[in-house]
């Protein structure tokens, strides 16, 4: 599946950077997730409950107490298993996945991608020249869309089945024995955890937005980039920039300069406390492409988001 990421994200670069570049990046100000200062606090609601002891009759009043300490004493164990802050978020979220990893279920699979249209999503500027370049680039993307771009009807109706005891090199984070390696709560843009009525625990972490960031490489226990220590994105260096040097492209770009931002990245873990077994995982990634430059003699600004989401279940240990 991220081989149709990587080809539909090189589409768009390719129609980003059509002829030489004359200026630096997209006009979307981002700093990297280590520049960000801003902290957003993560606040969980905990429920409590008052139990009734009193009771008319004295040979009832011993038994009712003891039922009334021992449901205490369960909804207390219970919320203790429920992480508060980001940081006991993030630790929850790290020992399970990476339990995961060790212990290797089976698992079933589905990545799929979204090409919006539409203020905030696409924005095709043409600022000088007579050919309706516009136009043109929003063919070509519609054209994406339509024929590279997996769905998530198709991706569902076709999900990867992966057997108990296989290497998980292709559950997140990809190509690492780590399911998560991240452990700078600053990174955090924001963190909840929930019990949910049948005693799981879902927790939801989202991080700050990144530039460029870089993937962990194969086999490795860390990433260079916040991002790449809890997802799996493409590698502008190694996998986007390659593929941009290829036959007609390498002709016409030259000095190409672009932008990935990755943003508002997210992870909804569902777990079962008692095992530490996942029930399920979803992470959502978006990448804004930006690009700047001249297009058959027109200068053109091109924003283009690209939407990831994989979704993993019926885990079997």
């Known amino acids: 599946m991220k081989k149709s990421l990587l080809k539909v994200i090189s589409i768009i670069c390719v129609l980003s950077l059509l002829s030489a570049f004359a200026a630096c990046g997209g006009k979307t100000e981002v700093t990297d997730a280590e520049a960000v200062t801003e902290a957003e606090t993560t606040k969980i609601a905990e429920e409590t409950k008052e139990t009734e002891t009193a009771s008319p009759l004295e040979d009832e009043t011993e038994a009712v107490t003891e039922t009334a300490e021992e449901t205490t004493e369960e909804t207390t164990e219970a919320e203790k298993k429920v992480p508060e802050t980001k940081e006991e978020i993030l630790a929850a ?56 771009v997996v769905t998530e009807e198709k991706a569902k109706a076709e999900p990867e089945h992966y057997d108990k005891g296989t290497d998980m090199y292709r559950f997140p984070v990809y190509d690492t024995p780590k399911g998560c390696m991240l452990t700078d709560v600053s990174a955090i843009k924001s963190a909840s955890a929930e019990q949910l009525d049948n005693g799981n625990i879902k927790l939801v972490i989202t991080l700050k937005d990144e530039k460029n960031p870089e993937p962990a490489e194969k086999g490795a226990t860390t990433a260079p980039s916040n991002t790449g220590k809890m997802f799996s994105p493409l590698s502008k260096k190694k996998q986007i920039d390659p593929e941009l040097q290829k036959g007609f492209v390498k ?67």
Not at 123 to 130: A, Y
């Open 93 to 148: 979220y790290t020992e399970i996945m990476n339990l995961t990893k060790e212990k290797k279920p089976a698992f079933t699979k589905a990545e799929w991608q979204d090409l919006p249209d539409g203020d905030g999503n696409r924005s095709i500027v043409k600022h000088s020249g007579i050919l309706p370049v516009p136009k043109l680039i929003e063919a070509a993307l519609n054209v994406v869309n339509n024929n590279y």
């Open 251 to 317: 002709a016409v770009v030259k000095d190409a300069v672009y932008d990935l931002i990755y943003t508002n990245c997210r992870a909804e873990l569902i777990y079962n406390p008692e095992t530490s077994e996942v029930v399920s995982l979803k992470q959502y990634t978006s990448t804004i492409i930006n690009g700047t430059g001249k297009l058959v003699g027109c200068d053109v600004d091109i924003m283009q988001v690209v939407n990831d989401t994989l979704e993993a279940w019926d885990f079997k240990y």
